[in-house]
């Protein structure tokens, strides 16, 4: 039998599963599920050369749903693999984990106490967690973080402006999406050559967005805070906002803390200012003039927050789009470069609408690039090395 790590992201509303060689990571499968709940869809995929029949998606609930649904894909077109060990995309590990770690009933705990900061995803991956632990029992489960690649930076890049017993409890600036810097980080250098090791800024763009700043391959800085609220405006995420407004709500309009987590998460970012979707292709396609306003405000705020790592740098070499946005939607990617030209971003149009690896002008002083990122064999690589400690 092939021994096969297993990847399990987990999403808002998705699952992605993906297989590989324990030995050698070549990916066996890909699967994934998304909405689910209301409107399930499936993708699957297999290496060069392998036609599996393409699987019908039931109506699929919820993620426990999904995640046993997943492992009979699995089962059924990889009969003869052996799981050696599952890892699972934790969005939230606070200040305590920085590295992957074997999932046990004491991290397990550590985890359940963070859900309150990441409400949309972090008991999804719980219950995902559960589903696996249940189907393989045995089997290593391991967690990696998608907080851990940010716990470089300075003491002074994570800390509020609060009193210093705060910080020093732990509410500090955590950041997010650290699984998909990290492989951005990890085929860089290969990508980029010398621009790639001192003044990076990547900026992972989806449905929930964020910079970071790197040196050196790590990071020094990045938009997101304590919870994946803070920074961009995102596709239903208020982004930033002026704290005065949060109390305004409470006081002044009675708002309850329920409606307004529901609020500042799922009414307010791009779907919110536009009043049509969270869609970046929907709005590009529609007339609407508050589609454009929700594209222009986008826009703004990623530039304005990219150009604010450059101090944080001394300078900005190479701007990498990553993320389901960053990597397809190239009218954005226009519309945030062409804000940033005063720092020497100059596109290529034709090579920006075939989503080149490399976008900008030969000319130009910033280079500027496109990767698609690959979240799942960052992780099937974190189990290897935990199983082999």
């Not at 596109?347 to 130009?364: F, G, S, V």
Request: a negative charge.
């Amino acid at each position: 039998m092939k021994e096969a790590i297993l990847a399990l992201n987990v999403g808002s509303s998705s699952l992605k599963l993906a297989a590989f060689d324990a030995t050698t990571l070549d990916p066996v499968l890909r699967a994934g599920v998304t909405g689910i709940g209301c409107d399930a869809r499936a993708t699957f995929e297999m290496p060069v050369g392998i036609r599996p029949d393409t699987p019908v998606t039931p109506a699929i609930a919820n993620i426990e749903e999904a995640a046993h649904w997943l492992l009979d894909i699995l089962q059924r077109h990889c009969p003869d693999l052996h799981i050696v060990a599952a890892g699972h995309r934790v969005v939230h590990g606070g200040t305590r984990f920085d590295r992957p770690v074997r999932i046990d009933a004491a991290v397990l705990a550590g985890l359940e106490a963070l859900m309150p900061l990441a409400p949309a995803h972090q008991p999804a991956a719980i219950a995902v967690i559960r589903s696996m632990s249940m189907r393989l029992p045995g089997t290593p489960q391991i967690a990696c973080f998608d907080t851990a690649f940010h716990r470089t930076q300075p003491k002074l890049s994570q800390w509020y402006a609060l009193p210093r017993a705060m910080s020093e409890a732990g509410i500090v600036r955590i950041g997010f999406h650290g699984i998909s810097y990290e492989y951005v980080a990890s085929v860089l250098s290969v990508i980029a050559g010398s621009a790639a090791h001192d003044k990076v800024v990547v900026a992972h763009l989806g449905h929930g967005a964020s910079v970071c700043a790197m040196r050196d391959l790590r990071s020094v800085a990045t938009s997101m805070g304590l919870t994946p609220l803070d920074g961009l405006m995102m596709g239903t995420r208020c982004g930033a906002i002026d704290p005065g407004v949060l109390l305004h709500l409470l006081q002044e309009q009675r708002m309850g803390v329920q409606e307004l987590a529901d609020l500042l998460g799922n009414r307010s970012g791009l779907l919110g200012v536009s009043g049509i979707s969270d869609d970046v292709q929907v709005l590009e396609a529609s007339d609407d003039p508050r589609a454009r306003e929700a594209l222009d405000m986008f826009a703004e705020r990623a530039a304005c927050t990219i150009a604010a790592q450059a101090p944080l740098l001394d300078g900005l070499q190479a701007l990498v789009f990553t993320g389901g946005i960053g990597e397809h939607a190239s009218g954005m990617r226009r519309r945030i470069c062409d804000r940033l030209a005063w720092l020497g971003l100059t596109l290529d149009e034709d090579a920006n609408l075939r989503h080149a690896r490399r976008i900008d002008r030969e000319d130009a002083s910033v280079r500027v690039y496109v990767i698609p990122t690959n979240e799942e064999i960052v992780i099937a690589r974190a189990v290897r090395r935990v199983l082999l400690c």
